[in-house]
């Protein structure tokens, strides 16, 4: 470094004390939450339930890993300076992301493969606990007493050999671009040079192009497909906007409690009031998506589409349905709407909070009232999981920060750049 700098760039992170105990206790939590929802209640809704649950935070748990990649790629693409200084938080998020695949790949097996009895139109068919709107057998053969034409005309995309093997290969890609872009900065900081930084540039604007054609069909089949005769063109966007903003909201968040707990001691408000302009701006972005998906719905009056949110609007979810914009857009637009909001650490902890449960209620109302057309209720399951998934994640994510040597990228070519940002 040409310049002398007050701060420890060998500093790493303990993970130990009370970090690990929560996250300890909130996964035991979770299980108990999973095992009840299987073991105890035996109502066959209610084994669907838990299973809507579980892809429910495995698919948040993969959005947050993969957003914290998004982040990297484009910090890396714009050439951005200010961010190096907390690059490791999303490194981290990346660094897990295999994991989090491979829970999110276990449990849509699970609900595809696994079988129930259940009535359809009158007939007695042995149904998927996930994707029974089209994968349940005879939907989608020709003289079948369940035939459905809609489905069958579909069923190119919708088989589960494609179904399943074309979010293997997405998924698999995504994490193995993350754990390139690791692999890369560990390698710079042993190196120096820019070799390395210019892998990670050619590699991010890679990842990029696969990540912005591919992420829409990620969605489309493991959320949209839940209700098979409904589609959105616009329902990649929206999910995208909701993956992106939340996993901001979980780097910001992160960033802050670990500030507190006296690490990462080179970053300061002006880092933060990035972060809070990123999250203003795509919370601002998600809302522009999710009204134009309802308003063009609503103008249109077209019954096969205005199905889906007049479930939304039956009596158990329509006050979700609007809290979900109270909490998603109405919050992080007054309370980040001025720049001292943006550079508190404090004020930047509750909305991030705010945000992250709003995104469970968002991907909740995505993802409930097509599994669950009957019994529909909220309670321990729903409560239990996300606990325990939040538990999974910290400790995961913890443990993966404490791998790097060092808190700071020491050896990236625009770590100058971060340590004298100044807005």
């Known amino acids: 470094m040409g310049t002398h700098h007050p701060h420890s760039f060998d500093e790493r992170f303990e993970f130990a004390g009370k970090a690990k105990t929560f996250s300890l206790v909130a996964i035991v939590i979770g299980v108990l939450g999973i095992v009840y929802g299987f073991a105890i209640d035996h109502h066959e809704h209610h084994a669907v339930r838990t299973f809507s649950n579980l892809l429910l935070m495995s698919y948040y748990f993969v959005g947050v890993c993969v957003a914290g990649v998004f982040f990297l790629a484009y910090q890396y693409m714009a050439q951005a300076g200010w961010s190096v200084g907390l690059l490791r938080i999303p490194q981290a998020f990346a660094r897990i992301l295999g994991i989090a695949v491979l829970v999110l790949l276990i449990v849509v097996g699970a609900g595809l493969f696994l079988t129930h009895p259940e009535m ?18 005879g ?45 890369y900065s560990n390698s710079e900081d042993s190196l ?11 590699i991010s604007a890679i990842f990029l192009v696969i990540f912005g054609f591919t992420f829409p069909i990620y969605s489309f089949g493991t959320i949209m497909s839940l209700e098979a005769h409904w589609f959105s063109t616009m329902f990649g966007w929206y999910n995208l906007a909701a993956v992106h903003v939340s996993g901001l909201a979980v780097i910001a968040l992160t960033l802050a409690i670990l500030k507190e707990n006296g690490y990462f001691s080179w970053v300061n408000e002006n880092h933060m009031h990035d972060l809070g302009k990123l999250i203003f701006g795509f919370s601002i972005f998600w809302t522009y998506v999710w009204f134009a998906q309802f308003f063009l719905t609503w103008y249109a009056n077209m019954p096969e589409e205005s199905v889906y949110f007049y479930r939304r609007w039956e009596p158990e979810y329509k006050w979700w349905f609007w809290l979900n914009i109270v909490l998603n857009f109405c919050a ?3 309370l980040l709407m001025k720049n001292d909001n943006k550079r508190s650490f404090t004020r930047m902890k509750i909305v991030t909070i705010i945000i992250i449960i709003g995104h469970w209620l968002d991907y909740y109302l995505m993802i409930m009232p097509g599994t669950m057309e009957n019994h529909r209720e909220f309670g321990i399951t729903e409560l239990f999981t996300f ?5 999974l994640f910290s400790f995961l994510m913890l443990n993966a920060l404490s791998k790097f040597e060092s808190l700071v990228p020491k050896k990236h070519p625009l770590l100058d750049e971060s340590l004298h940002h100044h807005i």
């Open 139 to 183: 939907l989608a053969i020709e003289g079948s007493p369940i035939y459905d034409a809609v489905i069958a005309g579909k069923s190119a995309f919708l088989n589960k050999p494609f179904f399943y093997g074309s979010l293997v290969v997405m998924l698999g890609l995504y994490s193995l671009f993350g754990k390139l872009l690791v692999d």
């Open 120 to 137: 359809h139109e009158g007939h007695q068919v042995d149904a998927p606990y996930l994707y029974a709107h089209w994968a349940t057998k």
């Open 332 to 334: 992080p637009l007054f």
């Open 387 to 391: 606990i325990g998934f939040a538990g």
């Open 192 to 202: 120096g040079g820019m070799l390395n930084y210019n892998k990670s540039f050619k």
